[in-house]
């Protein structure tokens, strides 16, 4: 079973940056795809950033393109969300997910694609 664990949220200022990682366990980590979204009260998950295994191939959501960065280091079995230049809308929980890879390159870009997620870290910004 693999188990997924957010970190890097908290309460940041509009303008500021952030960096969540997401580390995993229980499986090949190198054969996952993996994702990041997020959820904000009433509203649906949605896609922030996705990777493919070997993190040659992202997707990112028109929201955030330009200032968010997905990356992966496969010998840390850790994904990760650089967020620069925060705005008020990026407040949300912000999940981490992963999916058995099913061809090279491959992204996913839909919540019911990924079999695991993690818990989730809250990402607030303040204006």
């Known amino acids: 079973q693999v188990q997924l664990v957010e970190s890097g949220g908290g309460l940041v200022q509009a303008g500021d940056s952030l960096r969540l990682s997401c580390t995993t366990s229980?499986?090949?980590?190198?054969?996952?795809?993996m994702g990041w979204f997020r959820r904000t009260p009433g509203k649906e998950r949605e896609i922030v950033a996705v990777i493919s295994t070997s993190g040659g191939n992202t997707y990112y959501a028109d929201s955030v393109k330009g200032r968010f960065t997905i990356s992966r280091d496969n010998t840390k079995i850790t994904v990760y969300l650089q967020m620069n230049n925060l705005k008020l809308q990026d407040t949300a929980v912000y999940y981490c997910?992963?999916?058995?890879?099913?061809?090279?390159?491959?992204?996913?870009?839909?919540?019911?694609?990924?079999?695991?997620w993690g818990q989730g870290t809250q990402v607030t910004v303040s204006s």
């Open positions: 229980g499986g090949t980590f190198s054969t996952y795809a």
């Open positions: 997910a992963a999916r058995r890879q099913a061809g090279a390159g491959l992204v996913y870009t839909m919540v019911s694609q990924y079999d695991y």
